[in-house]
């Protein structure tokens, strides 16, 4: 029996598996700055709106929209600039990039 006449079909699965960390380091904490949220009533860690951008993986004029339609909670820092607050900005980023909630990581309506 030949073999010269078959064909011998091999079929291969290969599965991928990603995993995505947000690390704060040491150069995080110095952009990110502790003060008071007025929307969760509590002190709470501020970042500026182009360090929120970069943690959600989005643009600055994203931020700022969301800082507009009050989807994420945010400050004046006593020079005038504004700040947002890191937890309302994690509960608000889904992975695609847009707001999944307008509740503040306490749960309260902002």
């Given at each position: 029996m030949s073999l010269k006449g078959k064909r011998i079909t091999r079929t291969a699965e290969v599965t991928i598996e990603t995993e995505e960390s947000l690390v704060f380091g040491a150069s995080a904490?110095?952009?990110?700055?502790?003060?008071?949220?007025?929307?969760?009533?509590?002190?709470?860690?501020?970042?500026?709106?182009?360090?929120?951008?970069?943690?959600?993986?989005?643009?600055?004029?994203?931020v700022y929209a969301w800082?507009?339609?009050?989807?994420?909670?945010?400050?004046?820092?006593?020079?005038?600039?504004?700040?947002?607050?890191?937890?309302?900005?994690i509960a608000a980023a889904s992975p695609a990039g847009r707001p999944a909630k307008q509740l503040s990581p306490c749960g309260r309506k902002p």
């Open positions: 904490n110095r952009r990110r700055q502790t003060a008071w949220c007025p929307s969760c009533r509590r002190e709470a860690a501020m970042v500026s709106p182009e360090h929120a951008a970069r943690i959600a993986g989005v643009g600055t004029r994203t800082v507009e339609a009050e989807t994420i909670h945010f400050a004046e820092s006593p020079e005038g600039s504004l700040l947002v607050c890191l937890d309302s900005l």
